[in-house]
T-cell receptor, first 109, second 114 residues
Framework: SQQGEEDPQALSIQEGENATMNCSYK?????LQWYRQNSGRGLVHLILIRSNEREKHSGRLRVTLDTSKKSSSLLITASRAADTASYFC?????????FGAGTTVTVRA | GAGVSQSPSNKVTEKGKDVELRCDPI?????LYWYRQRLGQGLEFLIYFQGNSAPDKSGLPSDRFSAERTGESVSTLTIQRTQQEDSAVYLC????????????FGSGTRLTVV
């Protein structure tokens, strides 16, 4: 069953703008992870934030986690055409990853 | 190997035939997962292997689906008597221990049942 739900389902932005997507989940978690998928194939792990962390950065990515609201956000700054992809949040409860349906991001040149 | 390898990358099969999908995880990764992704949807958990422990098969959709893994090496996912609703991308992932540092996914096998 899918626990994470991403919002919005789709996002279109101009190159150079920031992209923000949100993830909500239902049960307690050990950590929350964000993945990128290009062309409907393999997923690439972007960033992992543990349940006792509130914010994490990796390059142009910034992830926040609010366990009281059971929500997370992913911010991509200064977007590039190569950031065009689907982005999924995945919650890790014990050992099993539960994925949402994803946010499709299109970056226009 | 450097990454998770899956084969074949694409498979077209006739309804009713059996198919076998293969996953070669990263060396040293004790955990291995199979997921299914239907077109435009998120990933559905199928099965989880951790070392020599009994696998978690709770995500397998029917008894036509089975998977095996020998130790910490290659895994095969078998679908018997395939149906059109089995058409999807089947993704394999492996991780060190219980994935506390993230998971590495293969490129998937796109299965089309005609």
């Amino acid at each position: 069953s899918q626990q994470g739900e991403e919002d919005p389902q789709a996002l279109s932005i101009q190159e150079g703008e920031n992209a923000t997507m949100n993830c909500s989940y239902k049960t307690s978690i050990n950590n929350l992870q964000w993945y990128r998928q290009n062309s409907g194939r393999g997923l690439v792990h972007l960033i992992l934030i543990r349940s006792n962390e509130r914010e994490k950065h990796s390059g142009r990515l910034r992830v926040t986690l609010d366990t009281s609201k059971k929500s997370s956000s992913l911010l991509i700054t200064a977007s590039r055409a190569a950031d065009t992809a689907s982005y999924f949040c995945a919650t890790d409860n014990d050992y099993k990853l539960s994925f949402g349906a994803g946010t499709t991001v299109t970056v226009r040149a | 190997g450097a990454g998770v390898s899956q084969s074949p990358s694409n498979k077209v099969t006739e309804k009713g035939k059996d198919v076998e999908l293969r996953c070669d995880p990263i060396s040293g990764h004790t955990a291995l997962y199979w997921y299914r992704q239907r077109l435009g949807q998120g990933l559905e958990f199928l099965i989880y292997f951790q070392g020599n422990s009994a696998p978690d098969k709770s995500g397998l959709p029917s008894d036509r689906f089975s998977a095996e893994r020998t130790g910490e090496s290659v895994s095969t996912l078998t679908i018997q008597r395939t149906q059109q609703e089995d058409s999807a991308v089947y993704l394999c992932a492996s991780s060190f221990d219980r994935g506390w540092y993230g998971y590495t996914f293969g490129s998937g096998t796109r299965l089309t049942v005609v």
